[in-house]
């Protein structure tokens, strides 16, 4: 499950818009589980965090992550996420493991499961996009304790908690 890349093609009728409306989407996951991917990229400055912009979850720190659309391969789903959130083209690697969200269904929001994803890159690969996204060794404030949770377990941030 190392050093691969998405050589999938895109499904047929995916783009880059939902396949749902967001009526639909908030109706679905009030009703089950919804599968995402966690885009894990470290270098020697420590782990690649995003910032939320908007949504429920506005102002945290956090993996980067999406939802998996209907029939997207997992890799393709890191891939794609990749890009989005980080506009870094990069090999997934091996997975590393997954994260639960008690604080989401706790907080009347959905009940996201999170697949993440080792991808390692090199720093320099990180321009300045003008993109709220940092290396940290330590948890920033405010980031899920989930993820905090996760990355200390795996040996990738150094926490107090």
């Keep these: 499950m190392t050093g691969r890349k998405a050589t999938e093609p895109p499904l047929a009728g995916q783009d880059d818009e939902s396949p749902l409306t967001e009526q639909e989407f ?3 996951y009030a009703k089950v589980p919804r599968l995402t991917v966690e885009v894990v990229v470290q270098s020697p400055l420590g782990i690649l965090l995003t910032k939320r912009a908007a949504g429920p979850c506005s102002g945290l720190w956090h993996i980067p992550g999406g939802t998996v659309r209907f029939g997207e391969p997992l890799v393709s789903a890191v ?5 989005t959130e980080l506009g870094l083209e990069l090999e997934v690697g091996s997975l590393l493991g997954y994260i639960e969200y008690p604080s989401h269904y706790l907080n009347g929001l959905d009940s996201p499961v999170g697949l993440a994803f080792f991808c390692n890159v090199s720093h320099d690969q ?3 996009t003008g993109l709220a996204r940092t290396w940290f060794t330590r948890p920033p404030d405010p980031m899920h304790v989930e993820q905090v949770d996760f990355l200390t377990a795996h040996g990738l941030l150094i926490s107090d908690r």
């Design 26 to 28: 908030r109706e679905i």
């Design 79 to 83: 891939s794609r996420v990749a890009g």
């Design 126 to 128: 990180v321009a300045d």
